[in-house]
Every structure is written in structure tokens, then in C-alpha cells.
């Protein structure tokens, strides 16, 4: 790297930084202190200033710090927590996010069926659940050990893929965790938590309101474009603001729960085809240059599936190289009656995933505090 551009990139970091010693910890319910509290986020670069990754453009690491394993949960500051609460809970309504654990029944991409044991302990009145599913089988975060930069076999933070253990690994002293387990896993955000502003762009709502149908089939491959998501936030008068949760309702659940049993069943069975976000510099502008902490969608896959001949996978670019948090198959649909309702798309927004030491996926277990018009808060005071 040229010094140029590394004097660049130090104009990032807050003059709190310097001197700071950064001390491994051992303990693994201890997530790595917030890089927030000793950089200032108020200046970041564009993606175009962001330095290349060998071949790949837009790599943020130097941005978080190269012993950063928060990703774009860095923007998740107190302050912004503190406002997004003080001026998105008002009425008190509450949404869940989460697709029961069951659902689908028959999990895509070859994952494993979700089996939950109901266990009655007669004659004592007493029940136990076992649970074992594929953290990815239904509504879940895609992690920062989720998925990797394919050509250069390397994970967020430049982690080598050969690094991480597989198998099953039992973890007995909870004070004394072998630091390689836990680097990049999923407890890191459990221990942070998910919480900000949410926006909820309902491409759903958006089209059929013109429409009797939308204009793609969510069960197919579709690109929505940068031009798309921007009217479907003008129409719903959304400004973005930095460590916004963006929240995409683009049909996936709507049409399963609509489908016959037989469709649903068929859907495992045959190649994975969805509607997503496309894979486009474009886009990848728009993503960063928001600067949003997290982006999830009702979609199987947030992305278009599968990608253009040639197209690297986004989730490269938003896990590998940003530690961007990936959602998907969020149940939206509750959510976005509400909004449409109050005619207002932001909310408080509220996640905790699993805290699994180096866990490469987890369910959210995600929830909206959804605020109202102020005509409407003012009228149930009356």
C-alpha cells in the first residue's frame, strides 16, 4: 500500500486511537471492545477511497482495524442506539421477525431439516424441547465465518479459511477459550446486539400498489437495482442515516405461505432460483455509501440467485470485506402491515443472535419497536 493511501486511511481514525493497546482476551463472553469508542465514524470513506483486496475493490478493513470483529456493527454506537429508541418507540407496538423455527420444513440449499424433539416426562408435569437445526436453515444472520473470499480462501479481517476447526468441539471452561475458536464468530455480535433505526423497503407494496402483480416472481432470478430500492424509499418518504438496519420485503415468504404444500415441498428439490439485490458496483455504492450497519430481506438468499455468469457473489463483498451482516428469510409481512398502517417505515429495531462461539450463523431472534405518526400517538392520548 502506498503511503499516500495509508496516510488516507489514518485521516479516518479519531486521534483517541493512537497509543491504544489492543490485549487479546481469553474470554469469550467478552466481545472485543467496540471499535467505536476510540475511532470516529463521522468521516468514513466512499467506496470508490476504499483500498483494493488483491484483485477486489472495496475493502474496508483498515477502516474497522485489522483486530476488528464487529464488521459494520461498529456503527451501532450508544448514541445511535440512544436516538434510534428515543425517537422510534413511541406507541409501544411490537413486531417479531423471526419465522418460526420449523418453517420451511424443507430447508433449500441441501441444509438439514429442522427437527425439534418435544419430550413429556409423565407422571411428573413437567416437558423438555430438543432442538437441532442448520443455523441457516430459516430465518438467521449470515456471519463472518458464513462465507469467505472464494479465490483467496481468506474470511473477514483477511482469516485464513485452513484457521478455523471443524467438527464438533466441546468448549468446558468458559474462561479459558482457545482465541482461534472464537475469532470472527457470531458470539461477537450476540454480545454487541443488533439494535438501531430499522427501514423497511416493502418492494412488495411498492409494486402491486400500481400493479396487480409484481413485476418478477420471487421464486426466480431477479435483480432489483439501485434505481428500484431508491424509489420504492422516495415513495415511502425514507431517508437513510447512517448505522441504519435495512430491511428489504421483496415476496419470498408472502408466496410460500400462499403456495400449495406441493410447492413448497418442490422448492428443495430443485435449483435454487430467487429474486435479490443485484450484483453491481452500483449497488455496492449504494450499500456503503449509506454506510448501514446490517441489511436483511424475506429472500432466501439477499442477493440475486444464482449470480450472472462471471459475477462474484455479493455476500463477498458485504461479509468478506466489510463484515456487513447478511438476513435473510425475515418474516416481514406483519411488519409491513404495520407500516403501511402508520405510513411510517423506520422503527426501532432489536436483535441477539446466538451467542455460539465461533458460530458462523445464528437465528436473529429479531424484533421491531414500530413508532407511529405523531397525529396518531396524539389522538390515543386523547
Known sequence: MTAKRLSKI?????????????????????????????????????????????????????????EDQLGTINLLTEEAVKRAAAEEIITGTTVSLNWPLQFP??????????EIKMIPKAPRVVRDDEIHINTQSGTQWDGLRHYGLQEHGVFYNNTPQDAM???????????????????????NWANHGICGRGVLLDMVRYYTAEFTELPYDPWTTHGLSVVELEACADKQGVKFRQGDILILRVGFISKYQNATQEERDALAGRPETFAG????????????????????????????????????HMHQTLLGLWGMPIGEMFDVEKLSEVCAKTGRYTFFFSSWPLAIIGGCASPPNAAVGNSSLASDFADQLM
Open 277 to 312: 439485490i443485484e450484483q453491481s458496483e452500483d449497488m455496492k455504492r449504494f450499500l456503503w455509501n449509506n454506510h448501514f450497519a446490517a441489511i436483511a430481506s424475506d429472500q432466501p438468499a439477499l442477493e440475486r440467485w444464482p449470480t450472472p455468469e462471471g459475477t462474484p
Open 105 to 114: 420444513s424443507k430447508p433449500l440449499f441441501g441444509r438439514k431439516n429442522p
Open 10 to 66: 489514518l485521516t479516518w481514525i479519531s486521534p483517541s486511537s493512537k497509543g491504544v493497546e489492543h490485549k487479546k482476551s481469553t474470554q469469550p463472553s467478552e466481545a472485543p471492545a467496540p471499535a467505536a469508542s476510540i475511532k470516529d465514524w463521522k468521516n468514513l470513506p466512499n467506496f470508490d477511497d476504499l483500498p483494493m483486496f488483491k484483485n477486489m475493490k472495496g475493502c474496508a478493513w483498515e477502516v474497522w482495524g485489522k
Open 165 to 187: 476447526a471443524g467438527g464438533i468441539i466441546p468448549i468446558h471452561d468458559p474462561l479459558a477459550i482457545d482465541p482461534a475458536l472464537a475469532h470472527i464468530g457470531i458470539q
